[in-house]
């Protein structure tokens, strides 16, 4: 009688959020054989990784390795009594949607596969909002206007305020300063990595989990230049509101209130906690 053999696999989650500068995060891969129906003990099985896309990102992933794919802790695995066998998925940095191939050693075709997707759940800032304006197009990157919903609420809460304080200066105040904040760098569309420079790689170490924001104002000197009358008008609104916020609590901003020479950077806390 000849011996049919099947293989499935499954993840576990099948969605995991991408691997960071410090948290690694993992997937259990975990992989069924049978042989004739039962379970096919001591059985060796091949693993495979593919990045199948990288959500975010437009640019080829030529290069980009495990950044791109992940990690498996071993190549291989051998089944058990019940025909299973596991073994660890490291997510990769990038989003991505990876598929996982689990094929029958010795048994060319037999295989089953699976698929992981490797993402932040985000929302997005509006393009433009009370106060602020968010210049959002970055090149082989579609959009960075996604955030976390505790990010996208502070911003939009700062912007009015800062709406607010511009309202309330004398007209001869106003002048010399910028009407509006400029938004740039939250994140990519499914989080992750978000390599400015298309590298698949820094800088922008942060900016994975929707949950920072660079903060500048509107206008440009004949330079290209922030202009610095504008920078101190935004030095002044930015420790009159972001230090509002922080006594009250209203938002979670950790101690990221970064001064970054041209910009602030904020970052709100994890909902639910961490750093
Ligand atoms: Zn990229």
């Given at each position: 009688m000849p011996e049919t053999y099947a293989v499935s696999v499954s993840v576990v989650p099948a969605e995991v959020l991408p691997s960071g500068t410090k948290a690694v995060q993992t997937a259990s891969v975990r992989v069924h054989v049978t042989r004739n129906g039962e379970p096919a003990l001591a059985t060796g099985v091949q693993l495979g990784l593919e990045a199948v896309s990288n959500p975010g990102?437009?640019?080829?992933?030529?290069?980009?390795g495990a950044v791109c794919a992940g990690y498996l802790a071993l190549p291989v695995c051998v089944t058990d009594n019940g025909g299973n066998c596991e073994v660890t998925y490291q997510a990769a940095q990038a989003a991505a949607t990876v598929k996982i191939t689990a094929e029958l050693a010795g048994h060319a075709g037999v295989k089953g596969e699976a698929t992981v997707q490797v993402k932040v759940n985000l929302g997005s800032f509006a393009s433009s909002g009370n106060g602020y304006v968010f210049e959002g197009q970055v090149a082989n990157h579609g959009g960075n206007t996604y955030g976390a919903g505790n990010l996208v609420s502070a911003g939009a809460a700062i912007a009015q305020r800062y709406a607010d304080y511009v309202a309330d200066l004398s007209p001869e105040q106003q002048a010399g300063v910028a009407t509006r904040l400029r938004f740039t760098d939250?994140?990519?569309?499914?989080?992750?990595?978000?390599d400015i420079y298309s590298t698949?790689?820094?800088?922008?170490?942060?900016?994975?989990?929707?949950r920072d924001l660079d903060i500048a104002v509107v206008g440009r000197d004949s330079a290209g230049n922030l202009a610095g009358v504008r920078i101190e008008s935004l030095r002044i609104a930015m420790r009159e509101v972001l230090h509002a916020e922080v006594q009250s609590s209203v938002f979670p901003l950790?101690?990221?209130?970064?001064?970054e020479g041209d910009h602030y950077h904020i970052r709100v806390l994890e909902v639910g906690g961490g750093e």
């Open positions: 990102h437009a640019h080829a992933a030529a290069g980009g939250a994140s990519l569309e499914w989080g992750g990595l978000y698949w790689g820094p800088p922008h170490s942060y900016h994975r989990y929707g950790s101690g990221g209130i970064l001064n």
